[in-house]
């Protein structure tokens, strides 16, 4: 499994970003791909994630009413975490990830197997 994460960049307070995820080297029916982040000198934390079947979603609170994650199966694999309204609390390298976490641990780091190489984000206040 390879997940490849971009989009990241240096934005002011107030702006948007897109980040994507490109999955492959495997079907991911039945796995839920979530978004991470970790901030300088604090641990990672989840942001989102998703149900490759069936879609439901999950944020985590700090997030909830700005950021949007989506998949696209219409071209290869498309993971997505539209990002409104940044903070610069926002600021942190994300990482997106690929697991078969039941329900209850799906906010959990160690349910996800395989992890991008993650894509900075900054930003400015």
Same mark, same amino acid.
Not at 63 to 77: E, L, P
Not at 99 to 107: E, K, L, N, R, W
């Given at each position: ?9 240096? #934005?002011?307070?107030?702006? =948007?970003?897109?980040? *994507? $995820?490109?999955? =492959?080297? /495997?079907?991911?029916?039945?796995? +839920? ?9 604090? &641990?990672? &934390?989840? #942001?989102?994630?998703? /149900?490759? *079947?069936?879609?439901?979603? %999950? %944020?985590?609170? =700090?997030?909830?009413? /700005?950021?949007?994650? +989506? /998949? ?8 997505? @975490?539209?990002?409104? *309204? @940044?903070? !610069? &609390? ?5 990482? $997106?990830?690929?697991? +078969? !976490?039941?329900? =209850?641990?799906?906010?959990? &780091?160690?349910?996800?197997? %395989? ?11």
């Amino acid at each position: 499994v390879q997940l490849q994460a971009s989009g990241g960049g240096l #934005v002011q307070a107030g702006d =948007s970003l897109r980040l *994507s $995820c490109a999955a =492959s080297g /495997r079907t991911f029916v039945g796995y +839920s791909i979530g978004w991470f982040r970790q901030a300088p000198g604090k &641990e990672r &934390e989840f #942001v989102a994630a998703i /149900r490759w *079947s069936g879609g439901n979603t %999950y %944020y985590a609170d =700090s997030v909830k009413g /700005r950021f949007t994650i +989506s /998949r696209d199966f219409a071209v290869n694999t498309q993971l997505y @975490l539209q990002m409104n *309204s @940044l903070k !610069p &609390e926002d600021t942190a390298v994300y990482y $997106c990830a690929i697991g +078969s !976490p039941i329900t =209850s641990a799906i906010m959990r &780091e160690a349910s996800y197997n %395989y992890w991008g190489q993650g894509t900075q984000v900054t930003v400015s206040s």
